[in-house]
């Protein structure tokens, strides 16, 4: 690619490791984010008013969850679409730009020529013709925020469907996020906002390399319990489905001291580790 090619690229493409770090120029691009394509990224998206949007299809997971963004997304006329979780790391953009595939499309992507099996860039550049949704937009979704009294403990239970929500109050406390368990750009200083006391993320299918539960080597670093879930047993970005039907899959040493162990049903654990 030359200059000049590179400079109307990244002018008219975002590159984002997450869709909760848009810029404030993202309105009318077309976003290649390392977020799952769930309903809450989809939603922030049009939120922002960005052209299209392609996300990370997060092992699909229950109920096809991580891509559950495409049809929602379609109703608003915007063109969607989420790469194979094996073909690149979940949470790096630039990885997704470079080595994703595209594994599913909606409607309005086809349109105007991305197809499963296409290159990540090559479907960017084929967005640039999505039209622009509509101005005024909003879907009716809500990210959410719960805090749970827990029997017997000196702890609460904080339930949040994006880990960017996890407060400063949240401190050593117990947390289920809906968001998947890869560290954000591969950065360790991003694996978790405040330093709780354990935190559950959603495994995103493992994926390649085992990126959908990178943070929890670090977490482990730093004294915290990381817990990851089986993407196939929840719906990803719902910390209240992970709670509900959860089952655990991946532990770093830290939750294994507190007795955890894989197969066993997440809100088990938490009655467990609250005593």
Do not use: W
């Amino acid at each position: 690619m030359c200059q000049k090619d590179k400079a109307e690229f990244d002018d008219k493409i975002e590159v984002t490791d997450t869709i909760t770090k848009l810029s404030q120029f993202a309105q009318g691009k077309v976003v290649v984010s390392g977020s799952h394509g769930g309903i809450l990224p989809g939603a922030i998206a049009i939120s922002k008013g960005v052209r299209a949007v392609i996300f990370n299809d997060a092992g699909l997971g229950l109920d096809e969850s991580g891509i559950g963004s495409l049809l929602m997304c379609e109703q608003h006329n915007m063109a969607v679409a989420a790469v194979d979780y094996m073909s690149c790391h979940i949470g790096n953009g630039y990885d997704m730009l470079n080595e994703g595939i595209i594994s599913v499309v909606n409607q309005v992507a086809k349109k105007v020529g991305v197809y499963v099996g296409q290159t990540c860039k090559s479907a960017a550049i084929k967005l640039l013709n999505a039209p622009q949704p509509s101005a005024g937009f909003r879907t009716d979704f809500e990210e959410n925020r719960e805090v749970l009294d827990l029997l017997n403990s000196k702890r609460k239970l904080i339930l949040v469907d994006s880990a960017s929500m996890i407060r400063v109050e949240d401190r050593d406390q117990i947390v289920i996020t809906g968001s998947h368990g890869g560290l954000i750009g591969n950065n360790p200083k991003l694996a978790i906002k405040q330093p709780a006391f354990a935190a559950f993320y959603n495994d995103a299918g493992l994926g390649i390399d085992d990126c959908g539960i990178s943070r929890l080597p670090v977490l482990d670093l730093q004294g915290i319990a990381g817990v990851a879930i089986d993407c196939m047993t929840c719906r990803i970005g719902s910390a209240r489905s992970a709670l509900e039907t959860g089952v655990i899959s991946k532990l770093n040493k830290t939750a294994r001291k507190l007795g955890l162990d894989e197969g066993v049903k997440v809100g088990d654990a938490i009655t467990k580790i609250s005593i």
